[in-house]
């Protein structure tokens, strides 16, 4: 198990693949606040397995940086920016931006996996709060267990035009499992 403050930065950073197998792992700032920035990202790939994650970010709480950016300069990296969660347990919270990320494809087979997202710095409509969101494909498969998602709190002063989704995909998706649950600020499913 590890705890990790990070008050500036992000709690874990991998310049290429970030794995996190059999961990428990707790993310925040000082005393209970926030990082600084991302709570865990990995460039090309991320992969959660049977991980125990308690993450508490002012950036996205679990990301890949793998950017547009990125692929427009090196073709050969447009299949990557993919995070995988398979089995374990997830309490993931955003103060100012998104709670999972993935650049590409989001494959999410949790045992338990509950997120939340804030505006906590009532941010304008071009910044980003979205529970769970993926650029290409989110897939929940059978067997996935419980998803919890809420992006309630990105409201301010009633339903503002900055409110997000829960789930957010610009491309597929496929959910063949799960027990899901949505409070949405904005769409439950986009």
Same mark, same amino acid.
């Given at each position: 198990?590890?705890?990790?403050? %990070?008050?500036?930065g992000?709690?874990?950073?991998?310049t290429?693949?970030?794995?996190?197998?059999? %961990?428990?792992?707790?993310?925040?700032?000082?005393?209970?606040? #926030?990082?600084g920035?991302?709570?865990i %990202?990995?460039? $090309?790939?991320?992969?959660l397995?049977?991980?125990? /994650?308690?993450? $508490?970010?002012?950036?996205?709480?679990?990301?890949? !940086?793998?950017?547009?950016?990125?692929v427009?300069?090196?073709?050969? /990296?447009?299949?990557y920016?993919?995070?995988?969660v398979?089995?374990g347990t $997830?309490?993931?919270?955003?103060s100012?931006?998104?709670?999972?990320?993935?650049?590409?494809?989001?494959?999410?087979? #949790?045992? %338990?996996?509950?997120?939340?997202?804030e505006?906590?710095?009532?941010?304008?409509a071009?910044?980003s709060?979205?529970?769970?969101?993926?650029g290409?494909?989110?897939s929940i #498969?059978?067997?996935?267990g419980?998803?919890?998602?809420? !992006?309630t709190?990105?409201?301010?002063?009633g339903?503002?035009? $900055?409110?997000?989704? !829960?789930i957010?995909?610009?491309?597929?998706?496929?959910?063949?499992?799960?027990?899901? !649950?949505?409070?949405?600020?904005?769409?439950?499913i986009?």
């Amino acid at each position: 198990s590890l705890d990790i403050i %990070s008050v500036n930065g992000t709690g874990i950073k991998a310049t290429e693949t970030l794995k996190i197998i059999d %961990s428990t792992i707790n993310v925040s700032g000082n005393n209970g606040a #926030p990082t600084g920035n991302n709570g865990i %990202s990995g460039k $090309y790939e991320v992969q959660l397995i049977n991980a125990n /994650l308690n993450v $508490y970010s002012n950036g996205d709480a679990v990301k890949t !940086t793998l950017g547009k950016k990125d692929v427009e300069e090196d073709s050969s /990296l447009a299949e990557y920016g993919n995070i995988t969660v398979d089995g374990g347990t $997830y309490v993931l919270k955003s103060s100012n931006s998104d709670g999972i990320d993935a650049f590409n494809t989001l494959n999410l087979k #949790p045992d %338990s996996f509950e997120v939340s997202t804030e505006n906590k710095d009532r941010q304008t409509a071009e910044a980003s709060f979205k529970a769970i969101k993926a650029g290409t494909t989110i897939s929940i #498969p059978e067997g996935a267990g419980t998803i919890i998602a809420d !992006t309630t709190a990105t409201m301010t002063d009633g339903r503002a035009t $900055y409110a997000d989704d !829960t789930i957010h995909c610009d491309g597929y998706i496929e959910i063949l499992g799960g027990d899901i !649950t949505l409070k949405a600020g904005d769409d439950g499913i986009h």
